[in-house]
């Protein structure tokens, strides 16, 4: 499935910090496939000696991110977590029409 970084930032916080051994196992998994690498580093220019990163990067910069079954299941849980507790932003509107493309039937 292909992120943005900001989507991949987004996700990241969303997952679950506990869970049974195996969902655990591959939240962690998963938070090692979403995470920043050097390439990303490399394309937004991301200085070491600063925590900023520009916004229209991270909305620019697409990566494909390999979901298995289960993390898909889970990351697709952790984002129903938030919309039932009114916590889903606009910025997580383009996250869970990936995830649940039928909530948006013709793309509108």
Do not use: C, Y
């Not at 979901?67 to 932003?89: C, H, N, P, R, V």
């Amino acid at each position: 499935m292909e992120l943005t970084g900001m989507e991949r930032m987004l996700l990241l916080r969303a997952l679950p910090a506990q869970g049974n051994l195996t969902t655990i196992k591959i939240v962690r998994e998963l938070r090692e496939e979403l995470s920043f690498n050097e390439a990303d580093h490399e394309a937004l220019g991301i200085d070491h000696n600063s925590t900023a990163i520009n916004g229209a990067a991270l909305m620019n910069h697409v990566r494909d991110i390999q979901f298995g079954k289960k993390a898909t299941e889970i990351a697709g849980a952790a984002l129903k977590t938030l919309d039932e507790k009114d916590q889903l932003t606009e910025q997580h509107l383009s996250l869970w029409e990936k995830f649940f493309p039928e909530d948006n039937p013709g793309g509108e």
